[in-house]
């Protein structure tokens, strides 16, 4: 149960299990910092994983782990800045090196897009070959189904722009001058768009053939920061470009992809009647065949993935200074409220619940938002911090634990600015992104 702090006040507001006084107040967890009572009072209320989800989460956390034993020890933190290129970090025009693992990746997600590739050419050759020759040209046709389903996919702008603002250079001109900045400043090169939307996240990715970079912006995450903060969640953003990740590369990902496919399609269903039965037994060795692929996989990307985490939080610290790249890993820990904020906006909005604040309730609604995460108070952010750590990996089997992040950043040497966001420049940007944030605001108050 959730005890608040409400619950236990006019009492002795003392730890039912050591006496010492309890940590919280107001609409916050009451807990112990002493000795953790009720530190975690919802537990883990998701539903058993699945083998494969097991044996993913289980190689992140020893990954992670001993990833972050070699970097702490090794005092490295503040050294990336200067030995980078050691550990992956790019100069201009010189992509990431791989390592014996990520070559290994690349050559087995090469084989997976080798089996789509040869149920084109069969599904193509049982059509043609075999065309007024019974069941080959069926058979061919089933084939070339399965291999368009399994198919590379590039990801499409337009799709977007259908329903989310997108932002290009001539629509925001300081405010892709503060983006090419902070881009050099991670030996990178910008983005050719910037998709706005209310995600409590932020995050990069490529678009089309000839893999355009975008920025993803969710206003949940971008609004609660201050412009220092701001500077920070960019410059990690653009780390991941200048790093490199093997396991989102087009090669590796969308082999992720097709094997994802593979799984929906020769999942274990309940058996009510023997074909059933005859089924799943058909597709057992098959089934398991390819969660072994994705194990592996998993394994040979995992480690290069959690370390271009690492390797991205340096360069937030180096962009906007240590204190400020601390930030944005503080707010992700809170996502949860501001999005249950978020939806509480709307379900006012849509109920008339507030008076006349609500007769527009889209206006001032990042001002409401920001002033909600600004409340938060340190203790919460502790507790946050001591959750994320008795869970370790059980959440998201692809990133170190917010924890291990936020304890290599802050226990090395700390970082200067190299951009600082002062108010005037500020406040342009802010201009320049008015007309998404009414948009997306009024998304917000609809539902």
């Given amino acids: 149960m959730t005890v608040t702090t409400d619950v236990v006040q006019g009492a002795e507001r003392q730890c039912p299990e050591c006496g010492t006084p309890v940590t919280g107040g107001g609409r916050f967890v009451a807990w112990c910092a002493a000795c953790e009572w009720n530190v975690d009072p919802d537990g883990r209320a ?223 269903e309940p058996a009510d009647s023997l074909m059933g039965h005859v089924v799943n037994l058909m597709t057992a060795l098959p089934r398991l065949f390819v969660e072994g692929v994705v194990v592996a996989l998993d394994q040979l990307t995992l480690r290069g993935s959690q370390r271009a985490e690492y390797l991205a939080d340096t360069t937030a610290a180096r962009a906007a200074g240590t204190e400020a790249a601390a930030g944005p890993m503080d707010r992700l820990l809170v996502a949860e409220g501001v999005t249950g904020e978020l939806r509480r906006e709307s379900v006012a909005a849509r109920t008339r619940i507030g008076g006349a604040r609500r007769k527009d309730p889209a206006e001032g609604l990042w001002e409401r938002l920001a002033a909600h995460a600004a409340s938060v108070p340190e203790h919460e952010y502790e507790r946050l911090r001591r959750v994320a750590e008795r869970r370790g990996h059980s959440v998201d089997s692809s990133h170190p634990p917010t924890h291990l992040r936020h304890r290599l950043l802050t226990g090395g040497e700390p970082c200067e600015a190299l951009i600082v966001l002062d108010a005037a420049r500020a406040a342009g940007v802010d201009a320049e992104l008015a007309e998404a944030r009414r948009v997306i605001a009024r998304e917000v108050v609809r539902g």
Avoid at 93 to 105: E, I, K, N, S
Avoid at 164 to 189: K, N
């Fill in 46 to 268: 998701e539903e058993t994983p699945g083998r494969v989800e097991r044996m993913r989460r289980g190689l992140a956390q020893r990954f992670g782990e001993q990833l972050f034993s070699d970097l702490a020890e090794r005092g490295e933190l503040g050294a990336f800045g200067e030995r980078g290129d050691e550990y992956g970090r790019t100069g201009a025009g010189r992509p990431p090196r791989r390592g014996a693992a990520g070559v290994l990746a690349t050559a087995l997600a090469l084989a997976v897009h080798g089996v789509t590739l040869a149920l084109l050419v069969g599904g193509l050759w049982l059509v043609v070959a075999g065309w007024g020759r019974g069941a080959l040209p069926v058979l061919g046709g089933l084939l070339l189904v399965v291999a368009f389903g399994l198919r590379p996919r590039f990801a499409r702008l337009s799709t977007v722009e259908e329903r989310l603002p997108v932002l290009r250079r001539a629509d925001a001109p300081r405010l892709f001058a503060l983006l090419d900045e902070v881009a050099a400043g991670a030996r990178t090169t910008g983005v050719r768009a910037v998709v706005i939307d209310a995600d409590t996240n932020a995050s990069v990715s490529v678009y089309g053939i000839r893999q355009h970079r975008v920025l993803h912006l969710g206003l949940g995450l971008w609004e609660t920061l201050s412009p220092q903060e701001r500077i920070a969640l960019l410059g990690h953003e653009f780390g991941h470009y200048a790093h490199g990740d093997t396991r989102h590369s087009l090669i590796v990902g969308n082999a992720f992809r097709s094997l994802s496919t593979w799984r929906y399609a020769l999942a274990h």
